[in-house]
């Protein structure tokens, strides 16, 4: 109990460690990646916070099974590089009385990334794509920043205000330039505001102006005041509902959704749990390293299998999606392969006879003092 109580302990500090430094990571590429699309005027200033949260709680999953890998692993390969294996073998026990231990504190993370992968990360898609698609459902006229020109949606208008005034945001000294099939129109107003129609269409009403249409010196060129003058500025395709992402979709829904997105959206959060189950029991095994050697190449290795074992599960999801394999017959191959994998690994290591077991390189280690002692004396 002592021990375990130990093991428990080094493993959640090494867990907090590993988790400070990747959320960090994290954060700060979401932050520059959302803090771009909002100079850009792809998102709104006001939402950066919200969708730098909605971001990185859509990394957590990721974030929690690295962490939790290579939080079991640092602690192995410590206890492989400060020979404490070596005595732990050598009192007769076994590299399975790791199992216990390390799965008492796995799985509180096993639970927390099914609970993000099945609830908080579909939770988070979908508040984020309401934010980014209430930002691009804005009215044209209302996106535009006093003093700045800015295209349309549609890329067929450009608008430019003056300014802002009033509680309704009536825009005043308009500018509008237009692009269709009949040429190019020029209006110009001393203010405007946006309307909504009775089936919620939305118009732009501009209010003494005036509005050139054609070529100037051509014969069909026209030019017309009014005082009031109203133009839609919502593309007809948006007017309809938006079709959701299907990674927004909560569980429930999407169990009953029998298309190949929905299949492929619930076979990668099916994977979410067994991958971070799986590596961290791949990390008993897999801490092995030599005392008198370093101790980095295991972790570069971690590394790599981690990054394969998820690209993997990515070409099976778009297999899935593709239509080219069912979902039934994809979602546990990987995972299985996975698992006889870390049973290999296991058997190679309490494998007594092996060269590289750690009471063969404790004899070795003998050996070779015993051999430098007689040449010594020699």
Known sequence: MIFQRALRREMASAAGATFTVLFSISVTWTLIGVLGKAAGGKVASGDVIALIAFAALNYLPTIVILTSFISVLMVVTRTYRDS???????????????????????????LLTAGLSFVATPWAQLKSSEYVDRFEKREDLQKVSPGQFKESASANRIFFVEGVAGEKAVVQNVFVNTVDEHGTAVVVAREGVINIGPKGERYLVLKNGRR???????????????????????????????????????????????????????????????????????????????????????????????????????????????????????????????????????????????????????????????????????
Request: proline letters at 6%; glycine letters at 4%.
């Open 84 to 110: 404490e294996m070596v005595v732990w073998f050598a009192s007769g026990l076994s590299l399975t009385r790791w199992i216990p231990p390390v799965l008492s504190f796995g799985l509180p993370l096993v």
């Open 212 to 378: 050139y249409q054609g070529t100037p010196g051509q014969s069909d060129f026209q030019t017309m005041e009014f005082e009031s003058y109203s133009m839609r500025v919502t593309p007809r395709s948006q007017d309809l509902d938006a079709e959701r992402n299907i990674n927004a979709v909560p569980t429930m829904e999407l169990l009953a959704d029998n298309s190949n997105f929905a299949r492929a959206e619930l076979l990668w959060r099916i994977a979410s749990p067994a991958t971070c189950l799986i590596l961290i029991l791949l990390a008993i095994p897999l801490g092995f390293v030599n005392p008198r050697a370093g101790s980095s190449a295991n972790l570069i290795i971690a590394l790599l299998i981690f990054f394969s074992y998820s690209n993997m599960v990515k070409l099976v999801e778009a297999s899935v999606k593709q239509g080219k394999a069912s979902f039934v017959m994809s979602w546990w191959p990987l995972h299985l392969i996975a698992l006889l994998l870390v049973f290999a690994l296991f058997a190679w290591r309490l494998n007594l006879n092996h060269r590289y077991h750690p009471l063969a390189l404790l004899s070795a280690l003998k050996r070779n003092r015993a051999a430098d002692k007689k040449a010594e004396l020699k």
